[in-house]
């Protein structure tokens, strides 16, 4: 019987990067052109696929959700890569115009077109749980700048596309994992053919070593997280020694 997997995906401009670990360690690193060829991929063997956008989205009222509050607070410097998903009704709309005066009209807030360039990501995600409660069962939300924060035990100093932020990334996780500046460079050359960038093959690495069990223990923003009108969980997760918030 295969290993089980825990798997890292991340959002790379019109691709999802996946890196999986089995239990001892790097496996392999692929890339997809929708969530949901990834899950079909993993769906028989990943035990824990953490992916870096919302999961579990406000229909309307306070857009800003509770781990997202709470990532700000636990980031410093790097809290403005915490950005408030649209509300779900918003996440379905092509046009940001449009997107922005649905969001508006249901939270009383301007939607960032930061945020609107993620809704089709969030939006496929979101059916894909939806439709499918085997998959809600293993995928979860995190986020790569709360695991490095978390890995690391301070707030990163510098933005991931920058060298120096690259450096201290790779310096947080080879703190955490001996194997790590190796296990990167697999992962780089195995999505070295396409489009993915090296900062999102970064990122879903240490995706992959929070869903991988290792030291520490896995905690979330907030420690008990309140689920969405469709029962999705509006959750962060992490690994660390200790919880970044009081529990």
């Not at 089980?4 to 996946?18: C, F, I, K, M, T």
């Not at 986020?143 to 100093?157: I, K, N, T, W």
């Amino acid at each position: 019987m295969a290993e089980p997997l825990y798997v890292g995906v991340d959002r790379s401009d019109e691709s999802w990067v996946a890196v999986a670990f089995t239990g001892d360690g790097f496996d392999h690193a692929s890339v997809f052109d929708s969530i949901g060829e990834c899950w079909s991929a993993y769906d028989e063997r990943a035990r824990r696929i953490l992916v870096g956008v919302p999961i579990g989205l406000v229909e309307s009222g306070e857009p800003d959700r509770r781990c997202d509050e709470l990532a700000r607070s636990v980031l410093g410097e790097r809290s403005a890569t915490i950005r408030t998903p649209p509300v779900r009704e918003a996440t379905r709309k092509q046009r940001y115009s449009t997107a922005n005066r649905v969001h508006r009209r249901k939270t009383g807030h301007e939607l960032s077109e930061q945020a609107f360039a993620r809704s089709d990501s969030l939006a496929r995600v979101d059916e894909l749980l939806q439709e499918l409660p085997e998959a809600a069962a293993a995928i979860r939300e995190s986020h790569p700048e709360v695991c490095f924060r978390a890995f690391g035990g301070e707030p990163l100093g510098y933005s991931k596309r920058t060298a120096g932020g690259y450096a201290e990334r790779m310096r947080v996780l080879a703190h955490y994992d001996r194997d790590a500046a190796p296990t990167v460079q697999k992962a780089a050359e195995a999505t070295g053919g396409t489009a993915v960038a090296v900062d999102d093959v970064l990122d879903a690495v240490a995706l992959a070593y929070t869903a991988q069990p290792g030291d520490g223990e896995l905690y979330t923003l907030p420690p008990e997280p309140p689920r969405d009108a469709a029962g999705l969980p509006m959750e962060i997760v992490y690994r660390a020694a200790s919880p970044l918030v009081e529990q």
